[in-house]
Structure formats: C-alpha cells, structure tokens
C-alpha cells in the first residue's frame, strides 16, 4: 500500500508542471487546464498492471498531455480564422498579486492561473512568437528549450525521427532570434508608468513621445466586447485612440500591475477589470501593445481584481 500511495503521491505532484508545459504550448489557461485533466483521466483509465508497467509516469503524462496539445493546436488554427478580431494568448496576473486576493483557498484545488511559473518564457511579447509557429515547432521548441526535454523524447510526443525534431526546434528558434534581448524589469516599469501618467491626463504629446512612430497595438475582445478588430498601428494613431478610450470611459481607473511576470496596466471601472495591457518595450520607447479585452480570458483577474 505504501508503494502504491507513494506513486498517487507522485502522479498528483506532477500537475503543475504539466500545466506549465500545456500553457506555453496553447496560450490559454482553460485549454491548458482541460488538456492536463484529459491526460490524467487517461492515467487512471489504464489498467493497474499497465500503469505498473510504466517506469515514469511523469514521463507519460508528459507526453500525453503534448500530444493532447498537438491535436488542439492543429484545431485551433481553424478556431481562430473563425475569432472575431485578433486572438491574443491570455494573461496571467503576477502569483504574489494572485495569493494576496485570496484566489484558491488551502482547503481547495488551486487554480490553474496559479499554478503558472512567471518568467521569460510566458511573456507576452513570446507567446505571440509562439502563435507564428506551426504546432509541431512550437511542441519542439517548448519541450526542447524550455522545458530541456532530449529530442528522443520529443520525437515520441511528434511522431518523428529526434533530428527531424531538431530541425522544428531550430526552425523556431529562429523565428524567436528576432526578438530582442528582453528589457530590464525597472527600465520596462519606468516607461509603463510614464504611459499610465500621460492616459491619465489625456496628453496625447507625451504619450506620442512614448511610442515608437512603428508601435502596433493590438486588442482582442473576442467579439464579446467592443474594439478595434484590427491592430492600429503608428505611434500618434495609438495615442489618440487611448485618448478616445478615456473620453468615452468616465470613472476608468488605471493600475500597474504584473502581466506575464513583466510590468504591464490594468484597466478597471467600478472594481472590474476591463481591459489588460502587455507592453515591449525598446529603447525607452513602447514598440507593442496587446490589450486583452474578452472577459473570458480575464477571469483570473476579476478574482485577482
């Protein structure tokens, strides 16, 4: 009995890690969430001499849950040629913010937002690289670079040889060389308060000087709230469509808050959050904006808010 305690004990300690992975893969907590329960549920459908049969189940859970995500990356690109507006990744509010607001309480499960480790590797800006990925690179490239799985294994997860499998990795890792070197954490709250600051007031000059002339702002309200269906681009657009914002949204409070581990502006009205902001950041300039307005990628928030 102690045995087979302790390796309950060992597959219920696996889910965080697993919705780690299955969230960079899919961008969204609930998918994430209901691709780890369907790898669990196919766990305890085995057979008790099956599951003895297996040296590592973390391993299996691992790699069904991969490929539970394979299938829904693979249907999600028809999904969202059907999304009203862009689709953008969800974003998460920083654990500390998240605890402080009494989400999931000791006596429950905890919420799959919380279970989330905050860093480089689900930032906003990455995530949207991600999304550029076809699904088997973007399987590779998270299991290989960000998680160090060997290409064996991962070759198991795609259905490929492991130097077919490098091959997507390096394919995407391309695709992220693009990016530039990440902005340091202070540098990043400077320039997202100064944008907060200028919102406030109005001043579309000092919001102007505070976006590259080439900024892109992009929104998704999923057709379930009003917003600019397509990404508005140039630095004084932007400015007087933020502007626009305020004026048609009296009593509109602006907070700075943690965004995928990374500073970010948090809109709320009458204590519900409204809208999330992710900025990148270069040269002391914002280069790009993703508001996420659909309420159902913002439920974390309302409890966080």
């Known amino acids: 009995m102690g045995t087979v305690g302790a390796r309950t004990d060992e597959i219920a300690g696996e889910r965080r890690r697993l919705i780690n992975v299955a969230y960079r893969l899919l961008g969204s907590v609930t998918e994430a969430e209901d691709a780890v329960q369907d790898a669990y549920a196919r766990w305890y459908g085995l057979s008790r001499s099956r599951q003895e049969e297996i040296l590592s189940p973390g391993a299996w859970l691992t ?22 507006g862009a689709w953008l990744p969800e974003p998460l509010p920083d654990r500390t913010e998240w605890d402080h607001a009494g989400g999931a309480d000791a006596a429950g499960p905890a ?42 294994e991962i070759a198991g997860v795609l259905g490929r040889t492991p130097a077919a ?71 004084a657009r932007i400015a007087q469509y933020m502007v626009a914002i305020a004026d048609r949204a009296p009593g509109l409070e602006l907070l700075e808050r943690s965004v995928n581990g990374v500073p970010g502006l948090v809109a709320q009205r009458a204590g519900v959050v409204m809208t999330v902001a992710a900025f990148d950041v270069s040269d002391g300039r914002v280069t790009r904006i993703w508001a996420v307005r659909n309420p159902e990628k913002l439920r974390p928030w309302a409890r966080e808010g």
Request: net charge neutral; proline share 5%; glycine share 6%.
């Open 111 to 152: 919420d799959p937002a919380d279970q989330i480790v905050l860093d480089e590797s689900v930032a906003m800006a990455f995530l949207v690289v991600l999304e550029s990925m076809t699904p088997a690179e973007r399987v590779a490239f998270v299991l290989h670079d960000v998680f160090r799985y060997p290409f064996a």
């Open 63 to 84: 790699t069904v849950t991969s490929r539970i995500c394979l299938d829904l990356l693979g249907s999600a690109r028809a999904r969202r040629e059907r999304y009203v």
């Open 165 to 235: 499998c490098k091959q997507l990795a390096a394919t995407a890792r391309r695709r992220v060389s693009v990016a530039r070197a990440p902005v340091p954490a202070t540098g990043r709250a400077d320039v997202v308060k100064h944008v907060k600051e200028a919102w406030e007031t109005k001043d579309i000059a000092a919001l102007v000087g505070l976006l590259e002339p080439a900024a892109v702002m992009t929104a998704d309200g999923g057709g379930m709230v009003g917003t600019v269906l397509r990404p508005v681009e140039g630095g």
